[in-house]
């Protein structure tokens, strides 16, 4: 439970200073060159300073382009005390950390000392880089050049985090070997202690005003006491979560527990690495790790198939599985009796020792009966999931509600929670009932944009059912013409990583054929950021891309004028959490499609649809392709909760519109002429 935050005076309403800040000759206008005073932004940036003056919660749906950003972060820098900020990812942290609170802190003037606060694998560790650069075990041409680079980083950088040294990817496995994990970090014992970036970072943040952290690291930090969000949080007066529509997702993340074959035979190549290089005279090093990695891979070989999602109680009583997990218990306790014996020899053995015990722990509790968990009312349900090469045990609370309630009790404090999409045509109960936030206040505050004007919803007719197996193919058939009207400037938004690599296939083919002048983008080609920085360069590109591509991305302008969306976003049924969600729910007398799988899936709908326009100038086509959205009964709930654009089902209204929008943009241009001339 969080401890006591400093008292922070309830202040009179800040109405009047809000109205003065947001109106039409604010400091902020100065401060930001795109601001413009919005009606829907002031009220909103009212009831946030309301709930943070009255120390109380506060639910607050606001729709693109309304300016959530600033209208939370004005009344949390002048009136928030010690404030925690935590958004969705870490390119969010970065953009609020180096942009917006700067912009704000200066229309301000507000003398708040801000800090960024990301999870250890972010930054350089001096301990590991030393190691990698000895060990000298690089294979690969690309991690030697990566790995000089990042030793040179290491001379001029102040905070060691990686973001800033651009030239090494995000992605590089390089990175592995040069920062630490919580079950690697050799913590006070460590020579560089002093230096440590991690350690600074946590420093840092606890003598700020304003943290920014991301939602895996606050709840990372909740599950694991690991990031250094635990010793902020007893003095935060206010925590703001941005993107607070991803929040049960992740805190169901990190309130459950995963052990992984991976974990195991990273383990064992550690035993083996530490062994020889500190008691290579103590055992026999390769025998004592080789049965614990035959183990593990073993029990992945239980499932033949490449990719499996069971519950524990959907695997046959007589599979390998069970014996085999079994024999993986006793052949790590066999390597931790060798540990013990060797762990006075160097403090990374007695680390590898550490890390091997807890792993065993965390075998052993998974499949027994959690009595712990019915004394404190939570029901988990254990499934495993099969990868290629590994094997992951989960288990996962059915609800994250009366966990994050714990979190919550105690000493008052403002708990902000926003997004554009957090209610299911005006009704927050999906969302309050996931959080445990049953009795607080919601709001909900409309787009300044005129989607009536600015976009149309258009369903082709005569689609197969999306369960068919020619579906994609159809849904190329009747995009390739929308695509052609509008030139281009395109997002084709997959459900499925198949569903993605079939579409490029076929539009692929299509574009060579017909020779179509759009340049084509998938994902998994490059990485997400590079893809859209191209994409918006083209200006008539065609991007097609699945879940990470659904929310969080910003296109302005002409260069993205078309959404099509394959089908709606349901969980796919096999998912053992919602199926295990879904009867729990009927046990209650509660239908599970109704309350869980349909507001689950208009959410995430939304958060698809809100990629097409993004401000005022922007015009285009929301195309969804599901056929469901207008045969099935639950289909009119379904687009009343999206924006309220013109609705069509006719491929000539689409393609006029298309044509409306290049003869204003004709118009336009040679209105330039005439007066340039």
């Given at each position: ?212 952290v991301n939602h895996h690291l606050f709840f990372a930090d909740v599950a694991l006491k690991d990031t250094g969000v635990a010793e902020l949080l007893p003095s935060a007066n206010t925590i703001i979560f941005d993107e607070a529509h991803q929040l049960p997702d992740t ?206 919803l258009y369903v082709p007719t005569s689609l197969p059912q999306p369960n068919s197996p020619e579906y994609t193919d159809a849904v190329i058939d009747a995009a390739l013409p929308v695509i052609e009207a509008a030139g281009g400037g395109a997002f084709l938004l997959c459900t499925t990583i ?180």
């Open positions: 439970m969080i401890d006591e935050p400093s008292a922070l005076p309830v202040a009179a309403t800040h109405d009047a200073e809000i109205d003065q800040l947001f109106g039409v000759d604010s400091p902020l206008g100065h401060a930001v060159g795109a601001f413009r005073p919005r009606q829907s932004q002031t009220e909103m940036a009212k009831a946030i300073a309301h709930a943070i003056s009255n120390q109380s919660t506060l639910i607050a749906e606001a729709g693109t382009g309304t300016g959530k950003t600033f209208a939370y972060l004005v009344p949390a820098l002048l009136w928030g005390g010690k404030v925690i900020v935590s958004t969705g990812t870490k390119n969010l942290q970065d953009q609020l950390y180096l942009r917006d609170i700067p912009s704000v802190r200066k229309a301000l003037n507000a003398p708040v000392s801000v800090a960024l606060l990301k999870g250890r694998a972010n930054y350089v560790c001096h301990f590991h880089l030393e190691r990698t650069l000895q060990n000298g075990r690089l294979t690969s041409r690309d991690d030697v050049g990566h790995l000089r680079e990042i030793s040179r980083f290491m001379k001029t950088t102040s905070s060691g985090d990686k973001a800033e040294l651009s030239k090494v990817p995000e992605t590089a496995s390089i990175w592995n070997l040069v920062t630490s994990t919580r079950d690697t970090c050799m913590g006070a014992e460590c020579q560089y202690y002093q230096d440590c970036f991690v350690m600074k970072a946590r420093k840092e943040a606890q003598q700020a005003d304003v943290v920014v805190a169901t993340l990190f309130f459950g527990d995963t052990i992984s074959t991976s974990q195991v035979l990273e383990l064992c190549r550690d035993v083996l690495a530490e062994g020889l290089s500190h008691a290579r005279d103590g055992a026999d090093w390769a025998a004592t790790v080789t049965p614990v990695e035959r183990a593990a891979r073993d029990l992945r070989l239980t499932f033949p198939q490449d990719i499996v999602r069971l519950a524990v109680n959907q695997i046959a009583p007589s599979s390998t599985f069970f014996p085999a997990l079994e024999t993986l218990k006793d052949q790590l306790d066999n390597m931790i009796a060798v540990l013990q014996k060797q762990a006075e020899r160097a403090d990374t053995i007695e680390q590898c020792r550490v890390r091997a015990l807890e792993l065993a722990m965390r075998l052993d509790a998974w499949n027994k009966p959690q009595t712990e968990d019915v004394i404190i009312g939570q029901e988990c349900v254990l499934w495993v999931e099969a990868y290629s090469t590994s094997l992951q045990l989960h288990r996962t609370p059915l609800s994250i509600a009366p966990i994050f309630n714990k979190q919550r009790e105690g000493v008052p404090r403002s708990w902000i929670f926003t997004s554009a999409t957090l209610a299911v045509k005006n009704d927050f109960n999906h969302y309050s009932a996931q959080m445990g936030l049953w009795d607080e206040p919601a709001q909900s505050w409309p787009s300044p944009f005129e989607y009536g004007e600015q976009g149309l198949r569903a993605v690599n079939r579409a490029a296939e076929r539009l692929r083919e299509e574009f060579e054929r017909r020779k179509l002048p759009f340049p084509l983008m998938v994902q998994g080609e490059a990485g997400r950021t590079e893809l859209l920085d191209r994409f918006r360069a083209a200006g008539n590109a065609v991007l097609i891309g699945s879940q990470s591509f659904w929310e969080g991305v910003d296109v302005r302008g002409d260069a993205l004028s078309v959404v099509i969306i394959d089908k709606l976003p349901f969980s796919p049924p096999d998912d053992p959490v919602l199926a295990a969600r879904i009867e729990a729910l009927e046990r209650k007398g509660l239908n599970g499609f109704m309350h869980h799988q349909l507001p689950a899936a208009i959410i995430n709908l939304k958060q698809g649809a809100g990629r097409l326009i993004r401000d005022e100038r922007d015009k285009g086509v929301l195309m969804i392709c599901d056929p469901r959205l207008i045969s099935k009964p639950y289909g009119k709930r379904i687009w009343q909760s999206l924006p309220p654009f013109k609705r069509t089902r006719e491929l000539a209204v689409v393609q006029d519109f298309f044509s409306a929008i290049d003869a204003a943009a004709g118009m336009a241009e040679q209105s330039v002429h005439t007066d340039q001339a």
